[in-house]
């Protein structure tokens, strides 16, 4: 077994839709009674698992409604970036135009989305951020401004991978009695990310 990555799954039950591979650890922690939302699950992750993710070159968080193969991600790790997402097929549930598969390799990005792929260098240098959203809204605005400033490159969204996003994105509930848009805001304003423009999250399919 490679050491090259270990992929995080939040699982909710059902079909398991990572097809796996010998260079990737794929590990499916159920996240009911273990987290509230995507940023929780993400810190909460790399406190419990932090000797282990230590052993690889690169960490993944995924949602259980992800569907990719595991080869792809670990080709995208060859590419040696800190921080990317595979693109999202034109059959997905979307939110942002930009992460979907567009012609070419890759594009760097201002920003991508929660569903990444990191190196565990950028991992342990930014893991003590992961607990400023519980959902995970803004987090991925916050990490990709810390990736920008520390590599002096944006993040990385791969047209030449993809993955398949089975269901919209849940904008409802209240997390410690704050919406995912409070957190998202709250994080923008707390840190100055006001060129960051986020809109109505949708739930488009093509």
């Not at 591979?21 to 922690?29: G, M, P």
């Not at 939302?37 to 690169?58: N, R």
């Not at 969204?157 to 919209?168: Q, S």
Request: glycine share 8%; charged share 25%.
């Amino acid at each position: 077994m490679s050491n090259k990555l270990i992929i995080f799954v939040a699982y909710g039950g059902g079909d398991k839709l990572i097809t796996p591979c010998e260079d990737a650890t794929i590990v499916y922690k159920p996240y009911a009674g273990y987290s509230r939302g995507g940023g929780e699950f993400i810190d909460k992750v790399s406190q419990d698992y932090a000797e282990q993710i230590e052993q690889y070159e690169y960490v993944s968080f995924m949602g259980d409604d992800c569907e990719f193969e595991a080869q792809d991600m670990v080709g995208a790790c060859g590419y040696g970036f800190h921080l990317f997402q595979l693109a999202m097929t034109r059959d997905s549930f979307y939110s942002w135009e930009h992460l979907r598969q567009h012609n070419g390799e890759y594009r760097h990005v201002l920003f991508i989305e929660m569903m990444f792929t990191m190196s565990v260098e950028f991992w342990r240098n930014n893991k003590h951020l992961f607990c400023e959203s519980k959902s995970g809204w803004g987090l991925d605005f916050l990490l990709c401004e810390r990736h920008t400033e520390q590599y002096q490159k944006q993040p990385v969204v791969f047209d030449c991978y993809v993955f398949r996003h089975t269901r919209p994105v849940n904008s409802d509930g209240l997390i410690d009695g704050l919406s995912k848009s409070d957190e998202m805001y709250d994080i923008i304003n707390k840190y100055g990310l006001y060129h960051y423009h986020p809109t109505p999250v949708s739930q488009v399919k093509a």
